[in-house]
């Protein structure tokens, strides 16, 4: 992820019942959406990979 800043939130969500996390992170001309099963930081650490060294904002 070659960003100096990204905005990154997560909103809960039910699939077929089943409460999962739609993840969206968002950059200067684009969004990534990802369905997650958790609100964990293993789910975020696995969407910015470990290559990001930018600023990540969030509303935690």
């Excluded at 077929?16 to 990802?34: A, I, Q, R, T």
């Excluded at 958790?38 to 990979?49: I, K, N, Q």
Aim: charge should be negative; proline fraction near 3%; hydrophobic fraction near 35%.
């Amino acid at each position: 992820m070659n960003q100096p800043h990204v905005h990154v939130d997560e909103s809960p969500w039910l699939v077929n019942g089943v409460k999962e996390w739609m993840w969206v992170l968002s950059g200067y001309g684009y969004s990534l959406f990802h369905a997650g099963d958790t609100r964990s930081r293993a789910e975020l650490e696995y969407l910015r990979r470990s290559c990001f060294a930018g600023v990540l904002s969030s509303d935690e």
